[in-house]
């Protein structure tokens, strides 16, 4: 992976582009400016954007720039002056030579005066300038490895500074070799293999950080046209993805969806068709679903009915979504009689799991996912479980010591189950585990609650009913209740609401004419259907759940 040779940060005006053109020069080397390449890639000014979009915008635009410009860029990069206001910018400064070029507020007005180019200080210069350096000089100041003040000096006498500084000689020939290269080193991405059946393609799940620069090439060279769609809660970061694309060069549309599952109508997906008829989306186009479970569902059924299919990616943003719904291609939406009832086995070309996403999650939403990280635990690899009982408290962040690992095995028994049977006609019915009920209840709570609590209340009943089945030791059974509890995931739903469950888990999709079917345990890892259970086990299953 490359890195720049020097980064240089400080405030607008101090001088960053005509310090770091001399330093390029003479270190034979190229200069790139992220100011300037938002410009080029918008086609507006610095300016226009702000104007016509807000600040707001601005920053998720520089916050892409920033990070491709960091990924591809050898030479002297400048960022714009608030680029350090990112901390995922500055966390991707860390090991990298950072100057802060620095100038005092006689010495700004001099240079930026009413400077409408410069958005930020369009009234009252002097004010907001002090105001502007008190937010941010610390953090020019924390990313920087020197401070090279400008005040007094001209362009060449700075330039010189920094390469005292940074004690950089100038080069008689050829560029110097970029910095502490060995401490520059790629985080690491775990790649995991979906195997292609029926007749689909093969793909894999990516899972790190910093991997949307990957995107593009998973989107390819046929396609022209892209469509993100995201959920109302990441405006932001599919406003920023859609914009890293179009810089790219596709013609890019973004489609914000509501939260959650309102995501999941025949309504949303019928706004989302006619954005893409609108765009004049074609079968070479690429759909890309960035958000949790709800969105990535979406998105992969308006990828599967739109011209009866275009390829699409997943960009999962949930503990859930990356562990289950963006891996397999189960996609859908609900009806007014029940979960994902309408839909299409259509798998993604590829799914990237950025982990960083994760830290804007909400606990609630964070734990919920640890409902299926706790499934796969149960059916196929109890490792999972015993990485989470050595700490509850720390699974439940995504600070927590093992969240890479829990989130890489529970992927890996998602990709081996459908690997081998896409289309659910047998050894994946057992993903369902905890669902039969789950999803029932969803119904009954018309979608209020999250599809991870529900699950676990669905696999605490599940385990009750392996138990009374006399296919489940009391020993597993009861290690249910004690690892979803200490997550703090749901065991109980109301006792009286019993009749109407059942209903609806007629309709569900394992049920076989009036045959209801449930995934059960024999035991830790061995899943197995129990087909038409008596009646009276089943209440007396629901008698450990209800209260
Ligand atoms: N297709 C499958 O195989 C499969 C598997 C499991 C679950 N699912 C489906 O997944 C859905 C549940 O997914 P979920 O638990 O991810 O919930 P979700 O998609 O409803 O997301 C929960 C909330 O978090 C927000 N959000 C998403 N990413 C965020 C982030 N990084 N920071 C802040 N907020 C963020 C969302 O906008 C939403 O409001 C259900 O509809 C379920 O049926 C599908
Ligand atoms: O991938 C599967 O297969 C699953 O069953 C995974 C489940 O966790 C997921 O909730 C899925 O959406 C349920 O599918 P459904 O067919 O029961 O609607």
Redesign the pocket.
Known sequence: MSAPLIVLVGPMGVGKSTVGRILAERLGTGFRDTDDDVVAAEGRSISDIFVDDGEPAFRALEKQAVRRALAEHEGILALGGGAVLDADTRALLAGLRVVYLSMDVEEAVKRTGLNAARPLLAVNPRKQWRELMEARRHLYEEVATAVVPTDGRTPDEVAQAVLDALQLPAPTGGATPGPRQEEAMPAPVTRIHVGGTAGTEPYDVLVGRQLLGELAGLIGTKAKRVAVIH????AE?GEALRADLAGQGYETIAVQV????E??TAEVAAYCWKALGQSGFTRTDVIVG????????LA?FVAATWLRGVRWIAV??????M??????????I?TAEG??LV?AFHPPAGVLCDLA??????VN?YV??LA?VIKAGFIADPVILDLIESDPQAARTPAGPHTAELIERSIRV?AEVVSSDLKESGLREI?NYG?TLG?AI?KNER?KW???AA?SVGMHFAAELGRLAGRLDDATADRHRTILEAVGLPLHYRYDQWPKLLETMKVDKKSRGDLLRFIVLDGLAKPTVLEGPDPAVLLAAYGEVGE
Do not use: I
């Open positions: 959920p109302e809660a990441l970061t509501p939260n959650a599952e995501a999941k960035v958000g949790g479970g709800a969105t990535t569902d992969g999962p943003t949930t503990v859930l979504a562990v289950d719904a963006a891996v397999g291609g189960k996609t859908g609900n979960k994902n839909g996403a994760l830290d804007s999650l909400s939403d919920s996912g299926e998602k993903l669902h999803h969803e979608y999250r599809h991870g699950v």
